[in-house]
């Protein structure tokens, strides 16, 4: 078959291996769609003329009015993602496919028409299609025979057929040059060069004013030489696809289709070539992924919104007993205890909101009846769109930890203990010393003994903090609420501290009225922690201010220093057990970090909150809250 003008390309668009409609751009109805098209959606020709584009595609719903609009104003949109349409042949088989919206524009740049591809994204419909398209092409030959003698009867006719070939070749050429990372080739049967199309043509040394008509020897005899065989194949009547990748790293897939006359004699090869580099990226990407998850150490689990679990790794089996069948398709509920379903609610609620929950440590239930010590990290799973449409949760068995910290706190909570008694019996012997030195001459043993009875106090206040970690770890901090005035609590605790502390410059805001249902030693052990801190870590001469408000049915009290503040990324962390702001200018500083962290439990046994405020070298604000009590008189 030689390809002389607009008829021979009409009919490779028409017999093309790939579904072909052609759109009018402002009454979006069908003026034009291949042979390979009517055949995918069951339709007649005449079925299709004229009617609306949407009518006719409800079922394979190929784009939204978004992509439509793209191709009117000119631009082309491509469905990345890919949309599963039904092949009505008589199969009834749900096939993937990707819909490609290309603007046609006139001579004047106005777009007349949309193009859209359909393009199978599996080779093996592909090749069950393009054996269809073979064996109706020497039906369809006969119909243009017959069609040519009626053509022939008149030369009005003729010339108008004509026309209509060479409007039908250049929006052939015009969809050929803009399915997106195509390339179109057409060989007769000596292997030259009959049409040549396509948007990567450039990109991979194509020019058609230098290929059609002349044989590729003529062209790159080594490139000629490398793909001889597989000219041979295809026009041997051999339909095939391979796959290749560029030495610039490009992957394509390239299909071999031999195109046949009246007589079943193969007279052409069309060779169509698909960039399908992005395809291959992702495959290796989620290839990769998928061995991360694999073999990874730590339980990685995804579930829908619902808390369906949807896959459930190697790790995942290993730690909680239960093999991925038999918790696809369950509920997370499964391996969460009974008194901690609460927690997958919250859990919920912030992940909806695009929050990521880091390092929470929970328990989990296994398959024969354990409780493991977990710490969990779980993420929201976004569409392109930012759509919120699954979870996606790392869990990390934290057993073995949980046991060191336990063994950790026995064994600070028994030596803190053990202590304990001797350093009171210090501490009292120490304070009958310095009764009995009051009055001495020697200065420097009266010196010496206060300086003794100061430290032997912050030992003893560092032992009980021991002390109270280790019982809160137990759940043995012990809380004794009763009604007292908050403010003068504050007060008591201001004027203890200015007998030990003259080096800063105190004040306390009036708070009058407000009663408070709380464990006093217990809050005056967290006030006096935030002033001693305060006290810590600014310079000496700088103002503290203590100051306490009513914020609804809640009392918040205020410790403010002009020291050298905290980083942000420290005052996440500031609460947390043994954690230590490392600095130049608190490397010098004593403290074991331990005090924040027990005074935030203690605020959160109380119903309160903790939380801090700084600005680097200009100062922190500490903050705690407290549940209003009804007055003495209301009580």
């Given amino acids: 078959m030689q390809i002389a003008g607009e008829e021979d390309l009409y009919s490779i668009i028409l017999h093309a291996p790939v579904g072909i409609c052609i759109l009018h751009a402002e009454s979006m ?46 631009r082309q949109h491509q469905d990345d993602k890919g949309t599963m349409i039904q092949m009505l042949n008589g199969k009834k088989e749900i096939v993937p496919v990707t819909f ?30 393009l054996a269809a398209i073979n064996e109706e092409l020497a039906a369809t030959n006969e119909e243009y025979a017959a069609a040519n003698e009626e053509l022939a009867a008149t030369n009005e006719e003729l010339l108008e057929t004509q026309e209509n070939l060479r409007r039908s070749e250049k929006l052939f050429r015009s969809i050929a040059l803009n399915i997106p990372g195509s390339l179109i080739l057409v060989v007769d049967r000596n ?120 896959s459930w790794n190697a790790a ?28 997958e609610p919250r859990i919920l609620s912030r992940l909806n909101t695009g929050e990521r929950v880091d390092h929470f440590e929970t328990r989990r239930l296994t398959k024969d009846g354990r409780l493991l010590d977990v710490s969990l990290t779980i993420s929201p799973i976004m569409d392109k769109q930012g759509k919120i449409i699954g979870l996606s949760k790392i869990a990390r068995d934290i057993t073995d930890k949980k046991q060191e910290e ?53 030992m003893a206040a560092m032992i009980n903090s021991f002390l109270n970690i280790s019982r809160l770890e137990a759940g043995k901090l012990l809380i004794e609420k009763q009604p007292f005035d908050l403010g003068q609590l504050l ?4 004027e203890e501290t200015q007998l030990t502390v003259t080096s800063h410059v105190f004040s306390l805001k009036e708070c009058s009225n407000l009663t408070v249902n709380a464990d006093r030693d217990k809050i005056i052990s967290v006030i006096s922690n935030l002033i001693s ?48 702001v490392e600095t130049n200018h608190t490397r010098h500083i004593s403290g074991f970090g331990i005090g924040l962290y027990l005074s935030a439990e203690i605020i959160k046994r109380h119903g309160g909150e903790i939380w801090a405020e700084s600005e680097l070298d200009k100062g922190s604000t ?3 809250s407290l549940p209003r009590a009804e007055s003495p008189d209301n009580l």
Avoid at 60 to 72: C, F, H, I, N, T
Avoid at 300 to 307: A, D, H, R
Avoid at 564 to 575: A, C, R, V
């Fill in 406 to 458: 336990q063994r950790k706190n026995d064994f600070i909570g028994m030596v803190s203990h053990e202590l304990k008694t001797p350093l009171t019996s210090l501490a009292a012997i120490i304070q009958v010393a310095q009764k009995k030195l009051a009055q001495s001459e020697d200065q420097f043993l009266s010196d010496a003994m206060e300086k003794a009875n100061q430290q032997a106090r912050r």
């Fill in 533 to 580: 801190n305060a006290v810590k870590y600014s310079p000496k001469g700088r103002q503290i201010d203590i100051g306490c408000k009513l914020n609804g049915n809640m009392v918040i009290v205020s410790v403010k220093d002009e020291g050298m503040g905290i980083k942000p990324d420290d005052l996440g962390y500031i609460f947390d057990r043994y954690y230590r």
């Fill in 622 to 624: 500490f903050y705690f």
């Fill in 100 to 129: 490609v919206y290309k603007p046609v524009k006139n001579n004047k740049g106005k777009v007349t028409h949309i193009a859209i591809w359909i393009l199978e994204n599996t080779k093996e419909v592909l090749d069950e299609e």
């Fill in 191 to 310: 292997h030259r060069y009959m049409a040549i199309e396509g948007d990567i043509m450039e990109r991979m040394g194509y020019d058609r004013r230098d290929y059609e008509g002349k044989h590729p020897s003529e062209i790159s005899p080594e490139r000629y030489e490398a793909s001889r065989h597989l000219y041979e194949r295809v026009l041997s009547g051999e339909k095939f696809s391979i796959e290749r990748k560029a030495e610039t790293g490009e992957f394509y897939l390239i299909h071999f289709v031999p195109l046949k006359n009246d007589d079943n004699i193969v007279e052409s090869g069309l060779i169509i070539t698909l960039d399908i580099t992005e395809i291959k990226q992702a495959e290796e990407k989620s290839a990769k992924l998928a061995a991360i998850v694999e073999t990874s150490d730590d339980a990685i689990v995804s579930k829908t919104l619902e808390s369906v679990v949807t």
């Fill in 29 to 74: 109805t069908i003026e034009a769609a291949n042979i390979h098209l009517l055949k995918l959606i069951n339709k007649q020709a005449e079925d299709l003329a004229g009617k609306s584009y949407r009518e006719i595609f409800t079922l394979a719903k190929p784009g939204d009015e978004s992509a439509l609009k793209m191709a009117v104003e000119g």
């Fill in 316 to 343: 995942a089996e290993r730690m909680f007993g239960y093999t991925a069948e038999e918790m696809i398709g369950q509920t997370i509920y499964k391996i969460i205890p009974e008194d901690r379903q609460n927690e």
């Fill in 491 to 494: 007060q008591e605790v201001l």
